[in-house]
C-alpha cells in the first residue's frame, strides 16, 4: 500500500484565512519530503521541502511543519489567495519520490 | 529557460491499440522520469532515466509499455496494446541530476491525457 497519505481529500477556505492541509507517513526511514501543488491542467509544482533533520521551514507565505514522532507533516499557507486554488500533494524521497493522494484546496470568494 | 515538454496533450484511443508520448526535458538535464497519474491519485513512478541509461523501471508493466531515451535528451513512451486501464495523465519530468544522496528538484512537464476506450 501506499506510504504517504493524506488526512482530508478537499479543503474549502475563506480567502484571506490560512489553510493547513495535513499528511501522514509510515516510514520512519524517509529523510526528506516535498510538497507540490498541482493545478487543472498542469503537472506537480514544487512548493517546499524539509529534511527529517528539521522540524519546520518557511517559504513565502508557506510553511511545512515536520513532526517526526507522529510521522505526520503539514502544510500551513498564509492568507489564502483565489491563486491557491489546486490539488495539494506531499510527497516523500527514499529511492524513489512517492507522492500521496492529494487535497483538494477550494477558495471561497 | 523552457520548461519540460510533452505532446501531444490529449488522445483518445480505443483499447488494443497502440499509443506513444514524446518528452522534452529541460535542457542540460541528465534524469528524465514518466509517471502515470490516474484521476484523483497521485504520480507512480514508471520508469528513470539518467542520460540514456533506465535506473529505475520496477513498476513499469513491461508487457505493454516500453520507454526509451536513446540519445540522452529527448524521450518516448509507448503503450503497445493500450488497456481501460491505461486511462491517466502520463507526466514526464526532469532534474540536473539525481544521486542517492544529492536530489535536485523535479521539473513537471503539463502531461499527456491518455484515454482508452
Known amino acids: 500500500g501506499e506510504s504517504v497519505g493524506l488526512h482530508l481529500p478537499t479543503l474549502s477556505v475563506q480567502e484571506g484565512d490560512n489553510s493547513i492541509i495535513n499528511c501522514a507517513y509510515s516510514?520512519?526511514?524517509?529523510?526528506?519530503f516535498i510538497w507540490y501543488k498541482q493545478e487543472s491542467g498542469k503537472g506537480p509544482q514544487f512548493i517546499i521541502d524539509?529534511?527529517?533533520?528539521?522540524d519546520k521551514r518557511q517559504g513565502q507565505r508557506v510553511t511545512v511543519l515536520l513532526n517526526k514522532t507522529v510521522k505526520h507533516l503539514s502544510l500551513q499557507i498564509a492568507a489564502t489567495q483565489p491563486g491557491d486554488s489546486a490539488v495539494y500533494f506531499c510527497?516523500?524521497?527514499?529511492?524513489?519520490?512517492?507522492f500521496g493522494t492529494g487535497t483538494r484546496l477550494t477558495i471561497i470568494p | 529557460e523552457a520548461g519540460v515538454a510533452q505532446s501531444p496533450r490529449y488522445k483518445i484511443i480505443e483499447k488494443r491499440q497502440s499509443v506513444a508520448f514524446w518528452c522534452n526535458p529541460i535542457?542540460?538535464?541528465?534524469?528524465l522520469y514518466w509517471y502515470q497519474q490516474i484521476l484523483g491519485q497521485g504520480p507512480k513512478l514508471l520508469i528513470q532515466?539518467?542520460?540514456?541509461?533506465?535506473?529505475?523501471d520496477s513498476q513499469l508493466p513491461k508487457d505493454r509499455f516500453s520507454a526509451e531515451r536513446l540519445k540522452g535528451v529527448d524521450s518516448t513512451l509507448k503503450i503497445q496494446p493500450a488497456k481501460l486501464e491505461d486511462s491517466a495523465v502520463y507526466l514526464c519530468?526532469?532534474?540536473?541530476?539525481?544521486?542517492?544522496?544529492?536530489?535536485?528538484?523535479?521539473?513537471f512537464g503539463p502531461g499527456t491525457r491518455l484515454t482508452v476506450l
Open positions: 519530468a526532469s532534474s540536473l541530476y539525481e544521486g542517492t544522496v544529492v536530489y535536485n528538484e523535479q521539473f
Open positions: 535542457s542540460g538535464h541528465a534524469t
Open positions: 524539509i529534511r527529517s533533520n528539521m
Open positions: 516510514n520512519s526511514a524517509s529523510d526528506y
Open positions: 510527497a516523500e524521497r527514499r529511492e524513489k519520490l512517492t
Open positions: 532515466f539518467q542520460n540514456n541509461g533506465v535506473v529505475d
